[in-house]
């Protein structure tokens, strides 16, 4: 099932960034057949592409194996103060939902 998964989050987060398989191909330097072949769980992605795909959606690698189901926020680079602002207002939505 993990597979699955992974082929459905991939293509969940390429539709949501708004990229075309092709898209997603040039920037993961694989032909748009193999983002394809990921998508419908074919085939699961290299060592380096899973890394770039990682990197290209700022999620972890746990989320798209399906080990976790969480989703990951990347707030490397903002200040201490910013990051609190981002989580306090995760916690807002938490409690309205």
């Keep these: 099932m993990p597979m699955v998964d ?3 989050k991939l293509k969940q987060l390429r539709i949501d960034k708004g990229f075309s398989q092709t898209d997603l191909a040039k920037r993961m330097n694989v032909t748009k057949s193999m983002i394809s072949a990921y998508e419908n769980s074919m085939r699961l992605p290299s060592y380096d592409v899973l890394l770039k795909i ?3 959606f700022h999620v972890s690698t746990d989320y ?3 080990v976790s189901g969480k989703k990951m926020l990347d707030v490397s680079g903002l200040t201490d103060r910013q990051t609190e602002i981002i989580s306090r207002l995760i916690d807002e939505f938490r409690m309205q939902g």
């Design 54 to 56: 990682v990197r290209c």
């Design 6 to 8: 992974f082929g459905n």
């Design 64 to 66: 798209l194996l399906g």
